[in-house]
């Protein structure tokens, strides 16, 4: 089974900082990821399919690049919606897996 | 667009069962392909199983089999998750989700299962 892991568990910003988010799988998944945000009592919501496509509705400020192994998420100006936690998920083959998360607070 | 909405919140005590639908709408159940995901209290997202189109089965984690199963109805495009053998360690918001080119595009709002003795 592929592994996932995220880089850094958590990390501390202000409002329009650059935050960028990592995650690494432990084979080869081309560019099957996924990102998704989940805030407190919800459940996620996809932000980036295929390492790199926005989903509808998803402000410009996300975005999603890398293929392989490596993979990061990038908020380029964070806002105060986007305090949050984040997990990659590799969509390569079965089983899917997530990542332990990321959770940005505020600094 | 698809829309889930799950059943409520279930206390179950140890050794028992649970049974969480997923009522679809938008979309017929057949056009979707829907998986099952769970997360612990302050814990991460755990995926327990779901259809894969390409075999045409239902497909569950190790960690789940023999425990779980899962099962729709079509004539009320309604999903299903039975979980057997409850013990605290299942204590999780469960979820349903669409899956399409491999991400989880619609997510029900989630049912909480809280086992106690």
């Known amino acids: 089974d592929i592994q996932m892991t995220q880089s850094p568990s958590s990390v501390s910003a202000s409002v329009g900082d650059r935050v960028t988010i990592t995650c690494r799988a432990s084979?080869?998944?081309?560019?099957?990821l996924a990102w998704y945000q989940q805030k407190p009592g919800k459940a996620p919501k996809l932000l980036i399919y295929?390492?790199?496509s926005l989903q509808s509705g998803v402000p410009s400020r996300f975005s999603g690049s890398g293929s392989g192994t490596d993979f990061t998420l990038t908020i380029s100006s964070l806002q105060p919606e986007d305090f949050a936690t984040y997990y990659c998920?590799?969509?390569?083959?079965?089983?899917?897996?997530f990542g332990g998360g990321t959770k940005v607070e505020i600094k | 667009q698809v829309q889930l909405v799950q059943s409520g919140a279930e206390v179950k005590k140890p050794g028992a069962s649970v049974k969480v639908s997923c009522k679809v709408s938008?979309?017929?159940?057949?056009?979707?392909?829907m998986h099952w995901v769970r997360q612990a209290p302050g814990k991460g997202l755990e995926w327990m199983g779901g259809?894969?189109?390409?075999?045409?089965?239902?497909i569950y984690a190790q960690k789940f089999q023999g425990r779980v199963t899962m099962t729709e109805d079509t004539s009320t495009d309604t999903a299903y998750m039975e979980l057997s053998s409850l013990r605290s360690e299942d204590t999780a918001v469960y979820y349903c989700?669409?899956?399409?080119?491999?991400?989880?595009?619609?997510w029900g709002q989630g049912t909480l299962v809280t086992v106690s003795s």
């Open positions: 084979q080869g998944i081309s560019s099957w």
């Open positions: 295929a390492a790199s």
């Open positions: 998920q590799q969509a390569n083959s079965f089983p899917p897996a």
């Open positions: 989700a669409t899956i399409g080119s491999g991400s989880y595009y619609t």
């Open positions: 938008g979309y017929t159940l057949t056009e979707l392909s």
């Open positions: 259809f894969d189109p390409e075999d045409g089965e239902t």
